[in-house]
């Protein structure tokens, strides 16, 4: 019983906390946590963005950092040109996304392990590369956005809008995923990752259920860079690195893979963190990698142990039943060798 | 519902050198249960795969209800309403016994745009998937994660899912493999109770369960088909004997 009552008031204790932090950092007048705390809120969207595909479907996409920069070059890019209406922007931002993760995706999705990794992690320097040589974008030394992203009754023009923006967005998506995690398009996403084999068996196309996956994925990581351009200001091809994307695995990784708050976890996690570690020494990370290590080999699944253990429990309490049937028949599984 | 068979002409798997499948030319008769025996290695889940789509085969046609689908891809098949129940237990560990019924039995409405709402909302697919679970014998463990059921209720939980997808042809891989002798019986009553609703290709070891379920019989032995006929006339073929069932088989 209880475990149903822990995982429901766990996400809207989350997000009450996270509403909390700007009245907090006011408080104690350091404005510079929700910039921080923005900045948080902004890749555990893109981490939860990445659950769908890493965390569901089991596909490890080492190029999601691309994504980011894609909305982040779509405000910059439009910026430039004068075009700073954020309906605009925000629509470029998904449909280019769209565009690029229906094509990355089709190719990738014809292989699998560490095939699908190194392509979709060739892609996103392919990017990378792209925008290194634009010169008339900043090059290397990226592009500064002068214009907040205006959304007519609102506009990102401060590190609270981008807050507030990148916390509804982050509640919605976090709602829309716990949705879809139960529902028939989720379940065969997952299934795909147990047994693809089986998946196919059944007549549905795994390839179009994970092509699927990741086209939503990518958009709403998309959604997450066009919220980062207008915190940072700034577009660069260092947002779309290869670090970057790992990053996003490591938040999902200690967070919780497959977990709906995993991925918010594991942001704030990772991201305090690292501040804080900064804070200590120039070396930071030297103590931030076997923090890591540690976390990823003491807990199973990261903080996804939170979950995890809710589930053994109630797989402990119904054991009894299973248990019922002839033990011998359960101990030979004679018939599995050919 | 009506039934349909399933042909095959001549077909041909190779694997390198091996021939697994070898000119194999079977009838299978709408709404019949055909059994096909053979020993270990004979090529009977080659079959069943070339038969699926999983495998694509060298040589020779395989017809469903008299339409050509060989080089046809799995999705088609299934489509035409051809299921299978595999050898090696291939459920979702994650998933509850009802979750990994609904899976199946959602095949037909497929899960475009089914991103909002929950599986078990959708009332015609749970109600399918109960009765199913309960025609199987696993009403008592039907919202139980897999990975926690017996052996036994995996194997009956791999025959649920494929009654479940809406058959028209049953494939059944050695539904009975690994089962302790009761289990096996209630087995035999379930296939019993399936025979006459669908056209069923099982492939057993299981001679009593053979015997006493099967309209005619294959013998299949290094990828050829050596008889086809009723039980009597199987029992009492030469080859077959010496084969398979050994020269004890008419003590």
Redesign the interface.
Known sequence: MNRVKLGAWLIPVLFLLLACVPFVAQAIGEPFYITFFARVLVYALAACALNLVLGFAGLVSFGHAMFIGLGCYAVGILTYYGFSDGWLQLGVAVAVCALVALVVGSVCLRTSGIGFIMITLAFAQMFYFLMVSMTTFGGDDGLNINEPSNFGLFELSGSSEVYWAAWVVLLAATV?MA??K???????L??TH??P?????????VFR?QLAAYVISGVLTGVAGVLLANLTAFASPSYMSWPVSGDLIVMLVIGGLGTIVGPIIGAVAFLVMEEFFKGLTQHWMLIMGPVIVVIALLTRNGFGWLTRQR?AQ??QA??P????????????????A? | MSLIGLSTQNLVKRFGGLRATDGVSLEIRPGELHAIIGPNGAGKTTLINLLTGELRSDEGGIKIGGEEVSGTPVQHRVGMGLLRSYQITSIFDAFTVIENVCLAAMRKRGVRWAVWKPMSAYADVMEKARAIIEQCHLGEVADTVVSNLAYGQRRQLEVAMALAADPKILLLDEPMAGMSAAEGAAAIELLRSLKGRYTILLIEHDMNAVFSLADRISVLVYGKIVATGSIEEIRNHPEVRRAYLGDDADA
């Open positions: 829309f949705r879809l139960k529902s028939p398009f989720g379940m065969v997952r299934a147990i047994n084999r089986r998946v196919n068996a059944f007549g549905y196309s259920v589930e109630s797989a119904k054991a039943v299973a248990g019922e049937v002839p033990a011998k028949a359960a101990a030979v599984p004679a018939g599995e050919q």
